[in-house]
Structure formats: C-alpha cells, structure tokens
C-alpha cells in the first residue's frame, strides 16, 4: 500500500514543481491533470508512458501539467530574443546621435 506520508512527497512528472497525487482505486490520480499512474507491487509507477490518460483526453498534450511545461518553454524563448533586440536599439541610437 501507498503510505500517507509517500503519497505526500509524490508530484506528477508533468508538473514535478506542485502537482500532487492522490490514491484513486488502485492507481495514483494527479489532482491536477487527471492522469493516473498504475501501482505494480505497491509501488507507483511513475512513467509517462505507462499512465492512463482521464476519459476525453486523447493525448498528453492536452493535459494541464503538459500545457503549463510548454508555455514556460515558449515565455522562455521570448526572453532569449530580447538582449538582441537591445543591442540593436543602442546602436540605432547611437548612430543618430553623431
Ligand atoms: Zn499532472
């Protein structure tokens, strides 16, 4: 059996940061995304790949946890274009100065 104190420090592997499991049946559920983790010889098996998606869900990319992954992704992207967008601006500025 899952102990309480195990199930505590357990996270969906979607979202490691804060979505936590809970015991459903014989299967760990993530409170966030749905997605639930079979448990073989007590214990959990923690693996993408072998988790049962919720009902209406055909892929991992719809699920919360997975959407949050990639818009962090996408923001951090953004970021990287930025000091190159600067740079060009100081000389722009520069360049009009004299
Ligand atoms: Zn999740």
Same mark, same amino acid.
């Given at each position: 059996?899952? $102990?309480?104190?195990?199930?505590?420090?357990?996270r969906c592997?979607? =979202?490691?940061?804060?979505a =936590?499991?809970r015991?459903v %049946?014989? !299967?760990l559920?993530?409170?966030? !995304?749905?997605? &639930? +983790?079979?448990?073989k010889? %007590? +214990?959990?098996?923690l693996?993408? *790949? #072998? @988790?049962?998606?919720? $009902? %209406? !869900? *055909? $892929?991992l /990319?719809?699920?919360? !946890?997975? =959407? #949050?992954? @990639? #818009?962090?992704?996408?923001?951090? /992207?953004? +970021?990287?274009i930025?000091? &190159?967008?600067? /740079?060009?601006?100081?000389g722009?500025?520069? %360049?009009a $100065?004299?």
């Amino acid at each position: 059996m899952i $102990s309480p104190e195990l199930l505590e420090i357990l996270r969906c592997p979607l =979202k490691p940061g804060d979505a =936590k499991l809970r015991l459903v %049946g014989d !299967c760990l559920e993530c409170e966030r !995304c749905a997605l &639930r +983790f079979l448990i073989k010889d %007590g +214990f959990p098996v923690l693996v993408i *790949e #072998e @988790a049962l998606l919720p $009902s %209406g !869900c *055909e $892929s991992l /990319g719809d699920l919360p !946890c997975q =959407k #949050e992954e @990639a #818009e962090n992704e996408a923001a951090a /992207g953004t +970021f990287q274009i930025h000091p &190159r967008n600067t /740079g060009m601006e100081r000389g722009e500025i520069h %360049g009009a $100065s004299e």
